[in-house]
């Protein structure tokens, strides 16, 4: 595994150092996961769990076969490895209460004076993880700090991971996320910044953009609104390209958000469940990595998110974007009037994602500046197809400087 240390110089221009960071899981708690994922026991056979279609949920059969990869072939240390070939960072961030959140990011700093800083941002049930692939191939082309022309810097959202998170004191909000996001890239020494996200940070991206002048441009591949009437109207004249796409979030609300109101509804029970046992977890975070996917995910992908968020205690702490998103105690707007972006905005159409949002629709999202509909790929789009990932956020970085 190649290192990427020498993009580890943190801008002079930093207020706080931040502390390098190594990810280094204790033995125990590694044999714990394993034993753990071999005492749990699984379902016996049922009419559902025999169907291999995903339509409902994860299989018997796969879930014996994922389990079988977890507990053999499966290499925690790999993926640690992996991870600290790039720099990884942590960092004192308050929040607007002055309560002080421990904030990891990857970083891969620039040594060019007019590198454009970028945030990459996540989401559920993802991590930095996702943004491993498309680093690696960035810095291919772009082989040393000379030639890199982006300062990335990738946080595991608060809640998420590395990240501390969310505090006990009070509630907790995607604008709150967003408020340390912003203080982060204002610790770091960046006076503007570009923002990418998919799902919960796509949302989070969404309102760096509305809510901060340092947040220059916004790119994303999930970009949840519910139309207006006038929106409406624009059903007829979309390509059958476009339909697909509607009917596709049609079928997703119907038979798939059922996970999205639970958590939302009852997220201290499903923290409390998905915290009791790795093999639960994996075939909740399984099950949404393949419905949601455009491919199947790699065994190794998916348990290595499984064991990332097991460490890490994730499970009861990263659930607040769906208690403000759903139920009745729901905060978020999606309505279009309430979501307008007035600065560069960029979408990125994903054929599998589960909610594609139509150009036309895109338009009246933002100051669309910059929309590309891709031959393949799904929800997790950075993971996916880190190539064509890579060159869609280069050429939404282009075109916004160009303006």
């Keep these: 595994m190649p290192s ?5 110089q943190v801008p002079p221009a930093a207020t706080t150092t931040p502390e390098p960071f190594t990810l280094n899981i204790a033995d125990d708690a590694v044999s714990t996961f394993k034993k753990l994922l071999e005492l749990a026991p699984v379902a016996p056979e049922t009419h559902e769990n025999l169907q291999e279609d995903m339509r409902w949920g994860v299989s018997r059969k796969w879930l014996i076969e994922a389990k079988k990869y977890a507990l053999g072939e499966f290499d925690w240390r790999k993926i640690e490895d992996q991870v600290n070939a790039f720099p990884n960072y942590k960092i004192p961030i308050k929040d607007e209460d002055g309560e002080t959140h421990s904030m990891h990011f990857v970083g891969l700093f ?4 007019d590198a454009v800083p970028i945030v990459l941002l996540h989401g559920w049930p993802g991590s930095f993880l996702e943004f491993l692939p498309t680093l690696t191939h960035l810095l291919t082309k772009y082989p040393t700090p000379s030639t890199l022309p982006y300062n990335l810097i990738i946080p595991s959202l608060p809640g998420y991971a590395l990240s501390s998170g969310p505090p006990l004191s009070h509630d907790f909000t995607s604008p709150l996320a967003a408020h340390l996001i912003n203080e982060l890239m204002k610790t770091l020494g960046y006076s503007s910044y570009i923002a990418q996200g998919g799902d919960a940070g796509g949302v989070i991206a969404r309102i760096l953009a509305r809510t901060y002048p340092a947040c220059t441009a916004v790119h994303v591949n999930f970009c949840p609104l519910v139309p207006s009437a006038e929106m409406q109207a624009d059903i007829p004249g979309m390509s059958a390209q476009e339909l697909a796409g509607l009917g596709q979030a049609q079928a997703w609300a119907t038979q798939d958000m059922g996970y999205a109101m639970l958590q939302g509804t009852k997220p201290s029970t499903m923290g409390l469940l998905l915290s009791s046992s790795p093999l639960a977890l994996l075939a909740w975070v399984g099950e ?3 419905s949601w996917s455009d491919e199947d995910p790699s065994l190794e992908d998916i348990v290595a998110g499984v064991a ?4 890490t205690e994730s499970c009861a702490r990263n659930l607040y974007p769906y208690r403000e998103g759903f139920g009745s105690t729901a905060k978020t707007s999606l309505a279009v009037e309430d979501n307008y972006i007035d600065k560069p905005f960029g979408y990125s159409w994903y054929p599998k994602e589960i909610n594609p949002l139509p150009k036309v629709w895109a338009e009246k999202a933002g ?3 910059w929309f590309k509909y891709h031959e393949s790929g799904g929800h997790f789009a950075a993971l996916e197809k880190p190539v064509d990932f890579a060159d869609a956020l280069e050429d939404f970085v282009a075109k916004v400087k160009s303006l």
């Design 4 to 8: 990427y240390s020498s993009f580890g």
């Design 110 to 113: 620039s040594s060019k004076a």
């Design 288 to 290: 949404k990595l393949r």
């Design 308 to 311: 990332l968020y097991w460490f």
């Design 367 to 369: 100051k669309l500046v």
